[in-house]
């Protein structure tokens, strides 16, 4: 018997994350093999066209799994029934544009999303917000959704975790498939920390493996953490290819479950652990069963990780302020 299709809401279809991911969705890589879904896609009212074209590429490929495709400006059709609501579609920052500004014009966005998420997607659904910044967009989303559990409204930085991987990978010399427990901590900005005091590279602790914290303090963290800026340098637009892979993998993830013994960053609304004020979208590491997550417990953080982890957590808590302060939550 051929199962119900997953609906799978995405925003900004018609941007370049949309394109890098919906054509993997498609073809089975966010929910798996046997997992049929039809794509909703949302965008702005001038984008229509150009969601209309990645529809008919989608169509010219046959994707066996690909049960239909939705295309709507109106947040209210496209969330109907979700079950994955992938939230891409951001104002990006632009020429002189303050922090305060960039924050209430995302609010223009999140809120009404989060609204109607809260009326019309199904009782499963699951969040990621992925449009900057994230994990506020994430925090107004959740707030205009006060019917759906607060859990279900994560914000990505599977992306970070992705690159410190790569990176420790390639100083260490051991492949990334036989690195774990790696974290990433606090907001996907500048300000994040991504930790290797827990993780191990070839079973070995992988800060005593490398033994260098000169590279730890000054290259690794900032290349993790700056990867963003690096790439828009280099290519002249932000990550799209891994940032729809990252996407993917978070929803693999929480859908199918962490290996034994391994665990992922999720930035998910903290439940007070290691410190992180109640409710705020914070990364951590978690582990993911059965379709939920759990925040992993028990962590020592020693005195390097305490500050960095306090200095990207005192960001979004100053995101939070500033975001109540403009009504949004
Ligand atoms: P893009 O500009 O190519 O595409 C964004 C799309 O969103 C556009 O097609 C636009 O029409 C659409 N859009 C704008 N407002 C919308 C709304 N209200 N409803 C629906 N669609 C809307 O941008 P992109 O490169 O695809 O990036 C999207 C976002 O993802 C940006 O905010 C970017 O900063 C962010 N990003 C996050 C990460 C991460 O790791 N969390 C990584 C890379 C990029
Ligand atoms: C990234 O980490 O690649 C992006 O969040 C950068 C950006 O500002 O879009």
Redesign the pocket.
């Known amino acids: 018997m051929p199962r119900t299709p997953v609906n799978v809401t995405v ?8 394109y890098a991911l919906l054509f993997r969705i498609a073809s089975g890589h966010l929910l798996g093999p046997d997992t049929p879904v039809r794509l909703r896609l ?3 009212t ?2 229509l066209s ?1 969601a209309e074209g990645t529809a008919m590429e989608l169509d010219d490929c046959a994707f066996p799994l690909l049960s239909g495709i939705d295309i709507s ?1 109106d ?1 209210n059709v496209a969330f109907d029934g979700a079950n994955v609501a992938l939230l ?5 920052r632009t020429k002189g544009m303050e922090r305060g500004d960039l924050l209430e014009a995302n609010g223009g ?1 999140f809120k009404p ?1 989060g609204k109607a998420i809260n009326d019309h997607a199904a009782d499963d659904v699951k969040v990621l ?4 910044p ?1 994990n506020t967009n994430a925090l107004i989303a959740r707030a205009a959704a006060p019917d759906v559990p607060a859990e279900r409204f994560t ?6 975790h992705n690159r410190a991987l790569s990176q420790l990978s390639k100083k260490t010399g051991v492949p990334v498939s036989e690195i774990r427990r790696l974290t990433i901590w606090g907001n ?1 900005s500048a300000t994040q920390y991504p930790d290797i005091f827990h993780a191990e590279v070839a079973g070995k602790n992988a800060a005593e493996a490398v033994a260098d914290e000169q590279w730890l303090a000054n290259e690794f963290i900032p290349t993790v953490a700056k990867r ?1 800026a690096a790439i828009i340098e280099a290519r002249g ?4 290819a ?2 729809a892979n ?1 996407a993917i993998d978070h929803v693999h993830t929480w859908v199918n479950g962490t290996p034994d013994g391994d665990w992922t960053s999720m930035a998910v609304p903290s439940d007070g652990s290691y410190g992180v004020p109640e409710g705020l979208i914070s990364s951590f590491p978690v582990t993911t069963a059965g379709g939920e997550y759990r925040i992993v417990q028990g962590l020592d953080v020693n005195e390097f990780s305490r500050t960095r982890i306090d200095a990207s957590v005192t960001e979004l808590t100053e995101e939070r302020e500033a975001v109540r302060a403009l009504g949004l939550i």
């Open positions: 925003t900004g279809a018609a941007g370049q994350i949309g949302l965008e702005i001038p984008a150009a400006d947040p891409v579609g951001a104002r990006p966005i999303q917000v992925v449009g900057n994230a914000a990505m930085t599977r992306l970070d996907h963003g637009a932000s990550s799209a891994s940032a990252a």
